[in-house]
């Protein structure tokens, strides 16, 4: 009889964090900009975007060259036409190096924005 007792008071436990995780996000999302939001919406509906900043999650930083290799981009121009909308709305950063570019994933706007890409 305990033992369902002590399932019961874990469960009201796990319950009661996870609704503070649920405020803590919804209060978090009810503070972002309209604006940012739209842009940063609009980058990650395309897929090809999507998968650019889900490779750069598990990355520090990534060279255009490798990137294009990895997502089998068949042009520089079309990886470009694809970075520039992740640049405008923030959730990219750029280092140029030489004639190189760095590309890094801005993570505190895509956890305020999209935490689940995190």
């Known amino acids: 009889m305990e033992k369902h007792s002590l399932d019961k008071v874990s469960l009201i436990k796990y319950n009661i964090s996870r609704n503070t995780e649920i405020r803590i996000a919804e209060r978090r999302f009810l503070g972002v900009n309209d604006d940012i939001a739209v842009k940063v919406y609009?980058?990650?509906?395309?897929?090809?975007?999507?998968?650019?900043?889900?490779?750069?999650?598990?990355?520090?930083?990534?060279?255009?060259?490798?990137m294009a290799n990895q997502l089998k981009v068949p042009?520089?121009?079309?990886?470009?036409?694809?970075?520039?909308?992740?640049?405008?709305?923030?959730?990219?950063?750029?280092?140029?190096?030489?004639?190189?570019?760095?590309?890094?994933?801005?993570?505190?706007v895509l956890a305020q924005y999209a935490p689940a890409l995190l």
Not at 42 to 66: D, F, M, P, W, Y
């Open 75 to 108: 042009a520089n121009s079309t990886l470009t036409h694809h970075l520039k909308p992740l640049l405008d709305c923030g959730l990219l950063v750029v280092r140029r190096e030489g004639t190189f570019r760095y590309y890094s994933l801005q993570r505190e």
């Open 42 to 66: 609009k980058a990650l509906g395309e897929s090809t975007r999507l998968q650019i900043v889900k490779l750069l999650a598990g990355r520090s930083e990534l060279a255009c060259l490798e």
